[in-house]
């Protein structure tokens, strides 16, 4: 069972990138997905999620810059970014999520983290 990020890099302040996690597995098909970011010196944060059905949270402070979705036949969450500001940069991580009790968008609900995936945002 794992979970594999792509798609980070390096953009101009402005811009946009647009994250892949691909998920693989027993049951990875039905997963709730979340992105998570870690900033060099800060701790991680929840940045977006969505289940099967396609119901989606977003952080406050990437509503209207962040769309996430994901195909189901694919098995693949993305994270379309947009508007990429300096403090946008950071490892960015998805995980799938396993404690439906807890907030969707902290690392406690997640038992199942791929590799990062660096994006950095130049002024």
């Known amino acids: 069972v794992q979970l594999q990020a792509s798609g980070g890099g390096l953009v101009q302040a402005g811009g946009s990138l647009k994250l892949s996690c691909a998920a693989s597995?027993?049951?990875?098909?039905?997963?709730?997905i979340g992105w998570f970011r870690q900033a060099p010196g800060k701790e991680r944060e929840g940045v977006s999620c969505i289940n099967y059905e396609g119901d989606k949270v977003y952080a406050d402070d990437v509503k209207g810059r962040f769309t996430i979705s994901r195909d189901n036949v694919k098995n693949t969450v993305y994270l379309q970014m947009n508007k990429l500001n300096t403090e946008d940069t950071a490892v960015y991580f998805c995980a799938a999520r396993g404690d439906y009790n807890a907030d969707p968008l902290t690392s406690e609900s997640y038992f199942r983290w791929g590799l990062g995936t660096l994006v950095t945002v130049s002024s």
């Open positions: 597995g027993p049951g990875s098909d039905t997963w709730y």
